[in-house]
């Protein structure tokens, strides 16, 4: 079984219409997944799911 590479995928939201986020993963692969939220350059958390 060989090793991907790692992905980075990056969104920049101008501006929210109400305070909540929603993350669909519907199109993401079977595999293990890693979620960052980053504030000013700084982690404020970090979860990992698995998409089976």
């Given at each position: 079984m060989s090793k991907k590479e790692n992905?980075?995928?990056?969104?920049n939201i101008n501006q929210f219409l109400d305070?909540?986020?929603y993350?669909?993963?519907n199109h993401l692969e079977?595999?293990?997944y890693?979620?960052?939220v980053i504030n000013k350059n700084?982690?404020?958390?970090k979860t990992t799911f698995k998409k089976k």
């Open positions: 992905v980075k995928y990056e969104a305070k909540k986020i993350i669909n993963v079977k595999g293990d890693e979620l960052r700084k982690l404020i958390v």
